[in-house]
């Protein structure tokens, strides 16, 4: 599956140490090349790092240009590099990966197909990618205020994966309290 990625998307998964292990899986990641010059600036090394995953940078043509002039111009609450994220998706049929909730309700309500974090997150643990990274990871998600994600879903994977990780040992462990216990 083909994948366009926000800028936001790719710094969560540097910042949740995922960036590697979310590249290992069998997707293709894109990102149009002028958001990757001027907006992948920092941390020092990231555009290096991505390049190195694998991460493809794609130029637009001159249908996705003028698209994402378009609405850009029509939704000013949008940045014009969020434009072009939305422009180059749609026209080219690809799932687009954004944190950005503007950007988001924009795609969807223009038959775009959305993933963010907690799905990357959710397919690298489909994928195999080891438990303990996943738990690591969500960890930082949920003690992280500047990652956009609603923070009781991040809880809710983080409990099932915990669960996933730990059955084998819940299976031997006597569950019964005394009632006086609890009083």
């Not at 960890?139 to 996933?164: E, T």
């Amino acid at each position: 599956m083909v994948l366009f990625a926000d800028t936001n998307i790719l710094l969560d998964l540097k910042k949740i140490h995922l960036l590697k292990d979310f590249f290992s899986l069998s997707n293709t990641i894109c990102i149009e090349e002028s958001i990757f010059y001027d907006e992948l600036l920092e941390p020092k090394g990231i555009q290096e790092e991505l390049l190195k995953c694998g991460l493809l940078c794609v130029s637009m043509n001159d249908e996705e240009f003028l698209l994402a002039r378009k609405v850009y111009e029509e939704n000013p609450k949008l940045s014009f590099y969020d434009c072009v994220a939305y422009a180059v998706a749609k026209l080219r049929g690809w799932k687009l990966m954004t944190g950005d909730k503007r950007l988001r309700k924009y795609a969807e309500s223009h038959q775009v197909k959305v993933h963010g974090l907690l799905w990357i997150i959710s397919e690298c643990e489909k994928e195999g990618i080891n438990k303990n990274i996943i738990l690591r990871a969500l960890h930082i998600v949920i003690n992280d205020s500047r990652i956009r994600v609603p923070n009781r879903c991040a809880v809710v994977m983080y409990v099932s994966v915990l669960i996933k990780l730990y059955r084998g040992v819940f299976k031997q462990i006597d569950y019964y309290v005394p009632l006086d216990t609890c009083a």
